[in-house]
Structures are given as structure tokens and as C-alpha cells.
């Protein structure tokens, strides 16, 4: 089952900006000159968040696909409001994406049938899209260098938007190049060094 045309949003507002941030951290992100699309009130705002809304990045993109647009920020902050991340203000540390509130937050504010699904076999995602249209799951954030062997799998969420039996698309938030970046086409047995086997169906 597949979904056609979803708009690709990355996390950075400048989408090539994945490789300064691996360099550099956040710190980078101070530098993007499109920050404020971001809805960050500053730029050091910005630069904090950025680095942890690969989540809001993909539900971003699935209200594209209905034909809304919000700054990412803007969800980020909603989200908070509900537990999807904790902030600590003494180190300035932010915790999440938790999935729980995040599924109370998307059905309350949008209407989205959502899920937290754990125990996810790699084999099961075309099946799972034959129900709901997306499916965020949680990865390696290596899965850019598929080649690669990971050191561990999740810590990263990506959007699929399609899945066959032998193969899998889909839009990751912090890919470094085009090809790394939206529709992004993997062998399923690839996929699966990186997939936590957990994540959230997300439908209209």
C-alpha cells in the first residue's frame, strides 16, 4: 500500500543542514538563515528544538498531505503542552518524542486516528499500511548511510509513506542529500537493521 505526493519537510529549515549539525551539534543550526520559518521566537530557540522535532517533522508532513502547513515550532510546543516532550529548564535538555501524549495530541488538535504500535515486525509494515496511511517509525538516525551497519536501532523517527514485501519508502527528516532526504526507497531487509520495531500508525 502506498501513499503518492506527500510533501517532504525536514526538521532543519534549511534542509541541508544535517551535515553542519553532525559537525558542529546544534550550534550549527544557529547559523540557518530560514530559521524563523521554524516559528522559534530566537534563534537560540530554534537551534534547541531543532535537533529534537524529527517527530513534529513527520507529523508536519502528514497534515501537508491534507493540505495544512504548520510552522514546526508551533507543533513542537502544542505537543509539549500534552507531555510529548519534557523540558528541563535547568540544563535546557528536552525529552521526546513520548508517544502516548503524542497520540492524545494529534487526535484532540487534528483529527488524526493515531496508534503506538511496539513489537512491530519489519515484514508487517505493508500490512499495516493497508489500514492506516502512515506509519512513523523509529530508527537509527543512520539509516541516511544505509551501507552502514548501526550501532543500536531507534532514536530517530522517519515517515513511511509505502511498503511492499520486498521494499519500503519513505521521508527522513534529517537525510543529508536529496536521496537521503524524501521518498527515500529501501530494500525491507535493510530497513530492518535500523527499524526499533516500534513507532505510530497515523491515519486521516
Excluded at 17 to 22: A, N, S
Excluded at 44 to 54: L, S
Excluded at 192 to 198: G, I, L, T, Y
Amino acid at each position: 500500500m502506498q501513499r503518492d505526493s506527500v510533501p517532504y519537510f525536514s526538521q532543519w529549515e534549511t534542509a541541508d543542514m544535517t551535515l553542519p549539525v553532525l559537525a558542529e551539534g546544534s550550534a550549527a543550526l544557529l547559523r540557518d538563515p530560514l530559521w524563523q520559518r521554524s516559528g522559534a521566537e530566537t534563534v537560540e530557540d530554534y537551534a534547541r528544538w531543532a535537533v529534537n522535532v524529527c517527530g513534529m517533522a513527520c507529523l508536519k508532513m502528514v497534515l501537508a498531505a491534507r493540505g495544512e502547513i504548520h510552522p514546526t515550532l508551533a507543533l513542537a510546543r502544542a505537543c509539549t503542552a500534552y507531555g510529548g516532550y519534557v523540558v528541563n529548564e535547568l540544563d535546557a535538555s528536552i525529552k521526546g518524542l513520548i508517544y502516548a501524549p503524542f497520540v492524545t495530541y494529534v487526535r484532540e488538535h487534528f483529527g488524526l486516528a493515531a496508534e503506538t504500535m511496539t513489537g512491530v515486525r519489519t515484514s508487517a509494515i505493508p500490512a499495516l499500511l493497508a489500514e492506516r496511511p502512515f506509519f512513523i517509525a523509529s530508527v537509527n538516525s543512520g539509516i541516511r548511510w544505509p551501507d552502514r551497519v548501526p550501532p543500536s536501532k531507534g532514536g530517530h523517527l522517519v515517515l513511511v509513506t509505502a511498503a511492499s514485501p520486498e521494499t519500503i519508502r519513505f521521508h527522513n527528516p534529517s537525510g543529508h542529500d536529496a536521496a537521503s532526504q524524501a521518498d527515500v526507497t529501501m530494500p525491507l531487509s535493510v530497513f530492518d537493521r535500523f527499524f526499533a520495531n516500534r513507532g505510530i500508525a497515523v491515519g486521516f
